[in-house]
């Protein structure tokens, strides 16, 4: 199975470099938007006669910050 999902969010500031550089991109809006894509993907394969398929529940706190502590040791090995 090959999934994507797309999630919108109204804003009420233009996306600028902070907003990017922000944890809300990274964190945030993942979080918000993951547990419908978890909800449907079940729900799909359960109706369709296949027996569910339930998708870990991830902690994008814990993955952006190992993300943002192995860039950092990468620009220290760099040097």
Known sequence: ????????FDLDSPIDQ??????FPHVNAPAI?????RSTVSTVCLNS???P?????????AMYKRSIEEQEDEK???R
Not at 33 to 37: F, Q, W
Request: proline residues 6%.
């Open 76 to 78: 220290l090995e760099s």
């Open 18 to 23: 902070e907003f990017m550089d922000s944890s």
């Open 33 to 37: 938007a993951y547990p419908y894509l």
């Open 1 to 8: 199975m090959e999934l994507q999902y797309f999630a919108e």
């Open 53 to 61: 398929v339930i998708l870990p529940t991830i902690n994008f706190q």
């Open 49 to 51: 006669g296949y027996n």
